[in-house]
Nanobody
Framework: QVQLVESGGGLVQPGGSLRLSCAAS????????MGWFRQAPGKEREFVGR????????YYRDSVKGRFTISRDNANNALYLQMNNLKSEDTAVYYC??????????????????WGQGTQVTVSS
């Protein structure tokens, strides 16, 4: 069983930046894709973005396009989420996720096979 561990969350002021990291416990793990979801209090978990592991192609939800960037380190099975120009509505617990193989639309949480424990991001002045 692959474990995903996120880090890098915290408190930041509006307009600030944070970088989240996600490490897979098995360095031999070769996912089809990895991505990020978030869940705000009282809301459903929502898709943030994903990267196809071999091609590096990325896809984002509209509200973060131009502000968030997903990247990966294939050699170390690490995933990153660079978040710039953060807004209060970005406040949520952020989860790293992985698909072992293609299993449907990437914006559907049920289609992802592995999840991290989450890291809190709070955007507030």
């Amino acid at each position: 069983q692959v474990q995903l561990v996120e880090s890098g969350g915290g408190l930041v002021q509006p307009g600030g930046s944070l970088r989240l990291s996600c490490a897979a416990s098995d360095r031999a793990f070769s996912p089809y894709s990895m991505g990020w979801f978030r869940q705000a209090p009282g809301k459903e978990r929502e898709f943030v973005g994903r990267i196809t592991w071999t091609s590096g192609i990325t896809y984002y939800r509209d509200s973060v396009k131009g502000r968030f960037t997903i990247s990966r380190d294939n050699a170390n099975n690490a995933l990153y989420l660079q978040m710039n120009n953060l807004k209060s509505e970005d406040t949520a617990v952020y989860y790293c996720a992985a698909q072992r193989y293609y299993s449907g639309r990437s914006d559907v949480a049920a289609n992802w096979h592995y999840w991290g424990q989450g890291t809190q991001v709070t955007v507030s002045s």
